[in-house]
């Protein structure tokens, strides 16, 4: 469950979230549109933890979310805009690294300097078994060696969807994750995103396309910050 309670996000002088709260329970995904500018990108950042509320809280699953690598170890999930790839990185190495990152912490945390060699393999083989999966989902099974700087835009888009489902969330917040997609690449990625809520995620969708806000379980826009329903959840 994404709880959030009146939160507001303030850039200096620009308030780019105004006092939103909302909730969107696990198996449900939500739709938020509104103008460039309207603060949907802030929204699921400050969910992300990865910029600071300035007042109101955001919990997922019972965890208060103060800041993106508590957030991101807890399962909170940001596809962002733009991707986010590292462009001279292959496909594939760029699924690896949060997955990675996420086992390096797991180790740190428990306290165990490395696993056993049986179970360092295990491991490995898991994540290899995620990635590829993940890549065949997006229709880019072949294009896992690629660099990022070799791939078209939607394959980029796709690329980093595959990133976003592999770590297997429990909150994926999706930020205009289709807006270069052709349309069956766009249903495909949205069906993905169902998949995920099925599973039992809380799906945030940010978008521009009707279509999108239309699938959605629920859609509000927003609008200079605030946020309104067009349909609930
Ligand atoms: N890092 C930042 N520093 C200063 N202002 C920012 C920053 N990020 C966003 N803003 C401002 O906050 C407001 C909300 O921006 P945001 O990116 O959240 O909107 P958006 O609805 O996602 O827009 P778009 O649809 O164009 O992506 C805008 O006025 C934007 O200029």
Redesign the pocket.
């Known amino acids: 469950m994404i709880t959030v309670t009146n939160l507001s996000v303030a ?2 002088e ?1 308030l ?1 979230v105004a006092d939103v709260s909302l909730r969107v329970p696990p198996g449900c995904v939500l739709a938020v549109s ?10 699921l950042w400050a969910i992300a933890g990865a910029v600071r509320a300035s007042s109101g809280t955001v919990e997922v699953d019972g965890l208060t979310i103060t800041d993106r690598p508590a957030a991101a170890a807890h399962g909170v999930v940001l596809i962002p ?1 733009g991707n986010g790839l590292a462009r001279v990185l292959t496909a594939r190495e760029n699924l690896s690294m949060p997955l990675l990152a996420d086992r390096a912490l797991t180790a740190v945390l428990a306290r165990r300097d490395e696993d056993d060699d049986e179970e360092r393999e295990h491991t490995l083989d898991t994540i290899d078994g995620t990635i590829e999966k993940a890549l065949k989902d997006v229709g880019l099974e072949d294009s896992g060696d690629h660099l990022v700087e070799e791939l078209s835009g939607g394959e980029q888009q796709r690329v980093a969807v595959a990133r976003g489902l592999a770590q297997q969330g429990r909150a994926i917040l999706a ?2 994750s289709t807006s270069e997609l052709d349309s069956t690449n766009r249903e495909r990625v949205l069906e993905l995103l169902r998949r995920e809520a099925d599973r039992g995620a809380a799906v945030i969708i ?1 978008t ?1 396309d009707p279509n999108v806000a239309a699938g959605a379980d629920g859609h509000a826009t ?1 609008d200079e ?1 605030r946020l309104s329903w067009e349909r609930r959840l």
């Open positions: 850039y200096g620009v780019a509104g103008p460039s500018g309207a603060g949907k990108s802030s929204l805009q930020d205009e940010a521009h927003m910050g």
